[in-house]
């Protein structure tokens, strides 16, 4: 009786894991290493750090969610919009 709904939710999970773990590997390894990018409040360039793990892990529901991890010009800057990374 439980035969066919076990069949079709383990064919569900395998197509999901198949789909979305590429996704979330590749978004991962993206974000993982710092980058450089032009401030926009000061105009100049900066390193910055993404949370790489909130990046993957949002991209499995459509656009990744970026967030500042780290930046070079913190403290100073510490307050600032957060512009460079926003799309």
Known sequence: MYTPLITVAAIFTLAVVVVLLP?????FQRYQKKMRVRCPGTGGRAWVRINASRAA????LGKPRLRIKNCSLWPKRKDCDRGCVKS
């Open 57 to 60: 892990l949002s991209s499995a």
């Open 23 to 27: 996704v979330v590997t590749y978004t």
